[in-house]
């Protein structure tokens, strides 16, 4: 079955450092472009990082660009988040999304993990 599987989240002192890793299962991984999301208490997801099927592009939020950085290993099926520099206000679940990109609407496909809190605190 399909899976997205969210981890490294945990609890981190401000200006600390966690790598979110998300591993995938049940699709073609590298058909698919792949985001950060996130959801702190009280307001709407965020998207907070992208990257393309082929690696080619990358995005970035404003409030995390120069603090984190999305990558992915296809030969792992697996996309991380590198997040430095950490404030309490990145304080959220963080969730792992992937889409396929394909001109082909009955091919097209999204799917989400179930999430990992991050704990920005003193």
Same mark, same amino acid.
């Given at each position: 079955?399909?899976?997205?599987?969210e981890?490294?989240?945990?609890l981190?002192?401000?200006?600390?450092?966690?790598?979110?890793?998300?591993?995938?299962?049940?699709?073609?991984?590298a058909?698919?472009?792949?985001?950060?999301y996130r959801? #702190?208490?009280?307001?709407?997801?965020e998207?907070?990082?992208?990257?393309s099927?082929?690696?080619? /592009? =990358?995005g970035?939020? +404003? !409030?995390v660009?120069g603090?984190?950085t999305?990558?992915?290993?296809?030969?792992?099926?697996?996309?991380?988040l590198q997040?430095?520099?950490?404030?309490?206000?990145?304080?959220?679940v963080?969730?792992?999304? #992937?889409?396929?990109?394909t001109?082909?609407a009955r091919?097209?496909?999204?799917?989400?993990?179930? /999430? =990992?809190?991050?704990? +920005? !605190?003193?």
């Amino acid at each position: 079955q399909v899976q997205l599987v969210e981890s490294g989240g945990g609890l981190v002192q401000p200006g600390g450092s966690l790598r979110l890793s998300c591993v995938a299962s049940g699709f073609t991984f590298a058909n698919y472009a792949l985001r950060w999301y996130r959801q #702190a208490p009280g307001k709407e997801r965020e998207l907070v990082a992208g990257v393309s099927s082929d690696s080619g /592009g =990358t995005g970035y939020a +404003d !409030s995390v660009k120069g603090r984190f950085t999305i990558s992915r290993d296809n030969a792992k099926n697996t996309v991380y988040l590198q997040m430095n520099s950490l404030k309490p206000e990145d304080t959220a679940v963080y969730y792992c999304n #992937a889409r396929r990109e394909t001109l082909v609407a009955r091919l097209r496909r999204e799917f989400w993990g179930q /999430g =990992t809190q991050v704990t +920005d !605190s003193s």
